[in-house]
């Protein structure tokens, strides 16, 4: 099996069970306090790295202005991570991580706004159909008979939908920051300064404390996304430098359907049954379908377009 591929299954496979894993902390931890933990071990993790192969990028690249853009990363990552944790907590795994995908989409549009990047025809063939599947499985979840019946679900779950939308906004400021930077720094340690910047941020408002409370499982459970934190990325980086990044990304477009299936399991193990918010409709998988599919032909887009949107 080819190496990048494999690598990008993994990253794929990380990121697509990461909200189940989440969610199952956010019942007794908020997510400020997660978001925390996570930037906290990634510091820890990636800084050691840093220290111990003395990578540490020249002072003289330290201007005014690169200070500025550091500090935009790490505000954009600390909205991120907040954003989307927060919007998980109203809705289910499969829908945080299924909206999330509207990343890519901003982050082409910045792309062109601020770089003056070309957006090809496949590109735009590809958001087109993104969006039909984000309508369809929008329309398809409000109209199922749970939500029409409680109104205050419905208004809950969009709530929740809006927060991951800022999520994914918050991700293509910091996509677009790192790579303002890229001629200066290592992605690494733009990775780095961002984790250490909105762990210092969130500092402050989190409840470390709170975690005292929790049961062995739960314990398990946030290691395992501090862990996913740093594994992911690190799979994700070496698989495109190994392969395409057109075909990574078209791997890592299966994400959503690796966390409808890892939720689906979770909630098997461990209750014993599948509650009705995860058992999605014809309608809404016909909307996966199509978010997944365009989403894989936006990423293989011309190699020329679409290797200058890679950050």
């Known amino acids: 099996m080819n190496s ?49 192969s003395g990578k540490w990028p020249a002072s003289g690249k330290f201007s005014g202005k690169n200070l500025g853009l550091l500090a935009g990363v790490a505000a954009a990552m600390a909205a991120n991570y907040w954003l989307f944790l927060a919007g998980l907590d109203l809705v289910a795994p499969p829908v945080a991580q299924l909206t999330i995908q509207s990343g890519p989409l901003f982050l082409a549009i910045g792309g062109w706004y601020f770089f003056s990047e070309r957006i090809g025809k496949r590109q735009v063939i590809g958001f087109a159909v993104m969006l039909g599947g984000f309508w369809l ?133 461990v209750s014993g049954r599948v509650p009705h918010e995860l058992l999605a409709s014809p309608v809404q998988w016909m909307g996966a379908f199509f978010v997944v599919s365009g989403s894989m032909v936006a990423a293989l887009n011309t190699r020329r377009s679409l290797s200058k949107s890679q950050v």
């Open 4 to 52: 990048g591929f494999a690598l990008s299954l993994i990253t794929a496979f990380m990121w697509g069970v990461l909200p189940v894993f989440l969610k199952g902390v956010l019942r007794d931890l908020d997510p400020v306090t997660i978001t925390w933990a996570r930037l906290l071990f990634a510091t820890v993790t990636v800084g050691g790295y840093h220290t111990w």
């Open 137 to 269: 499985f929008y329309a398809g979840k409000m109209a199922s008979p749970r939500v029409a019946a409680e109104s205050l679900s419905g208004r809950v779950e969009g709530y929740g939908i809006f927060l991951v939308i800022l999520a994914a906004l918050a991700w293509a400021a910091y996509a677009l920051l790192q790579k303002r930077l890229a001629a200066q720094f290592p992605s690494s340690f733009i990775l780095l300064a961002g984790y250490s910047g909105a762990g210092i941020l969130l500092g402050p408002v989190s409840s470390p404390g709170h975690a005292v409370g929790l049961d062995f499982k739960q314990v398990c459970y946030l290691l395992f996304c501090c862990v996913n934190t740093v594994v992911a990325y690190g799979c994700f980086a070496e698989a495109v430098q190994r392969w395409e990044a057109p075909r990574v990304s078209a791997v890592l477009a299966l994400t959503p359907l690796v966390t409808f299936v890892a939720s689906i399991a979770e909630a098997w193990i």
